[in-house]
């Protein structure tokens, strides 16, 4: 019914920069907060960032002032900037969605399938 998509996980060295994006398909109403996640080895999945439809965002102290997220409403789709990158900063990224569907009208807790991003030192 719903599928989001990521692209754009990878491996840099520490002080680089990736961009993680991710775009919602299927029959989509409309979709409210949309978010990334990360979990690394041995840990729990945490909250990295997070925008509502709004553009009102919220990050993880460890990621403020490095990463930005933004969203195109217009095209379902959800971005993660990830700027001066440390090597605690690698982990499966994933995208989260928030999805009105219709037929009936529902609201789902949408996940993506995860993006590896590595960070070297």
């Known amino acids: 019914q719903v599928q989001l998509v990521e692209s754009g996980g990878g491996l840099v060295q520490a002080g680089g920069s990736l961009r993680l994006s991710c775009a919602a398909s299927?029959?989509?109403?409309?979709?409210?907060?949309m978010g990334w996640y990360r979990q690394a080895p041995g840990k729990q999945r945490e909250l990295v960032a997070r925008?509502?439809?709004?553009?009102?965002?919220t990050y993880a102290n460890s990621v403020k002032g490095r990463f930005t997220i933004s969203r195109d409403n217009a095209k379902n789709t959800v971005s993660l900037q990830m700027n001066s990158l440390k090597p605690e900063d690698t982990a499966d990224y994933y995208c989260?969605?928030?999805?009105?569907?219709?037929?009936?009208?529902?609201?789902?807790?949408?996940w993506g399938q995860g993006t590896l991003v590595t960070v070297s030192s």
């Open positions: 989260n969605a928030a999805v009105v569907l219709l037929n009936p009208l529902r609201t789902l807790d949408a």
């Open positions: 299927g029959n989509i109403f409309s979709i409210g907060a």
């Open positions: 925008i509502t439809s709004g553009g009102s965002t």
